[in-house]
């Protein structure tokens, strides 16, 4: 995958309180292109492999819980410097510490619970991507 992407996902409480619209709006607004993107549900397993550099954390099992808990919203997004400049338009991992108009000040309701994931490396944003997409799903 070329390094001007990274993989987000719109996490089970930014579905259910029906923000899908709204944050896909921010995201184009900040100049990200969709190349790939699906509605779907992570079983146990998968919310274990994909977090699993957070295995020995404390909050572990409740992460796991809350990400398998209902469905997300997978995507790639494509834009310069794409790892970054998502992680700013998302703010901090605890929306009492994110800026003013960052997706998580909007919409995140705790450290837990906070509506959306971004890469945080091109290596990462790379196997988070092939993670959840095959080479046919993503343009
Ligand atoms: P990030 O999503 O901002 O990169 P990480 O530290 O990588 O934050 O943590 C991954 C996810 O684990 C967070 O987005 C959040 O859902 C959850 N998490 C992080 N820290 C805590 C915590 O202290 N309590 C509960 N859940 C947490
Ligand atoms: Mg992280």
């Known amino acids: 995958m070329p390094t001007n992407r990274t993989?987000?996902?719109?996490?089970p409480d930014a579905v259910e309180k029906g923000h899908i619209g709204a944050i896909l709006e921010k995201i184009n607004?900040?100049?990200?292109?969709?190349?790939a993107m699906k509605l779907t549900q992570?079983?146990?397993a998968d919310a274990q492999a994909f977090y699993a550099i957070h295995s020995e954390r404390p909050f572990f099992g409740e992460l796991v819980s809350y990400m398998t808990r209902g469905p997300i919203?997978?995507?790639?997004?494509?834009?310069?410097?794409?790892?970054?400049d998502f992680r700013t338009l998302i703010g901090a991992t605890n929306p009492d510490e994110?800026?003013?108009?960052?997706?998580?000040?909007?919409?995140?309701?705790?450290?837990?619970e906070n509506a959306v994931h971004g890469s945080d490396s091109d290596a990462n944003a790379?196997?988070?991507?092939?993670?959840?997409?095959?080479?046919?799903?993503?343009?």
């Open 7 to 11: 993989f987000t996902m719109l996490k």
């Open 29 to 35: 607004a900040a100049g990200f292109k969709i190349v």
């Open 42 to 44: 992570m079983t146990t």
């Open 73 to 84: 919203v997978a995507a790639l997004l494509e834009k310069d410097n794409a790892v970054a």
């Open 98 to 112: 994110a800026a003013e108009g960052t997706i998580r000040k909007l919409y995140a309701a705790s450290i837990g």
């Open 126 to 139: 790379a196997i988070e991507g092939a993670f959840h997409f095959s080479g046919r799903d993503m343009f």
